[in-house]
């Protein structure tokens, strides 16, 4: 006579299955990190905190609003608390399609404590960010708020300056809401829209 505790067993293929997806949930902070680095393409955005921050927050809403927001990428929301900065972004920049770098007035000359302009310095989080896009071919779109102008690449530091050859777009405070639209347009010709992503 059979046992009825054989009766209900689940095949081995079934459990092997189950146990992925069990492992999958219990992912560490940092394996989070680096599965949304493989798993997503989308958009990366770079900007200098103090000086772009508002603006960028604008921008970051609207992207997630339409792309939805496990394909927009912002430093400040994207990384567990704990995790390496720099580690964390090389890997996120290594499967987004798109950096936006967001330029303002002053994202070429702000200094540091000690007067030094803060891209000179090569462990400059915002160089590194972009350095790295450029480096890993990410492709690289400035955006230009509020008055700044598109630096030339005799003033970026050498790991910046194919920067200066890129196409940058520009989003006017006074034509912001449209301006934002153009930019949708043709980041889906790149990312696709939302519901590709769904």
Do not use: C
């Not at 508002?54 to 927001?69: D, N, Q, T, V, Y």
């Amino acid at each position: 006579m059979r046992s009825h505790s054989n009766r209900f067993q689940l095949p081995l293929k079934t459990v092997r299955g189950i146990l992925r997806v069990s492992r999958r949930e219990r992912r560490r902070p940092e394996e989070k990190v680096e599965s949304m680095a493989r798993e997503r393409k989308g958009i990366f955005i770079s900007y200098r905190r103090g000086t772009n921050t508002a603006h960028a927050g604008w921008l970051g809403a609207k992207l997630s609003e339409h792309f939805g927001s496990h394909k927009v990428f912002r430093d400040i929301d994207s990384i567990e608390p704990g995790l390496d900065f720099v580690e964390a972004i090389e890997r996120a920049l290594d499967s987004n399609e798109v950096m936006i770098a967001v330029i303002g007035d002053s994202w070429l000359t702000v200094a540091d404590a000690t007067g030094r302009p803060r891209l000179q310095n090569p462990d400059d989080y915002v160089r590194l960010e972009i350095a790295t896009a450029l480096e890993h071919n990410v492709r690289v779109i400035p955006v230009l708020v509020g008055e700044a102008t598109m630096p030339p690449a005799n003033e970026l530091p050498d790991d910046l300056a194919a920067l200066a050859r890129r196409n940058a777009f520009e989003l006017r405070d006074t034509r912001w809401n449209d301006d934002v639209e153009s930019l949708i347009e043709r980041l889906e010709n790149v990312v696709g829209s939302r519901k590709e992503g769904e």
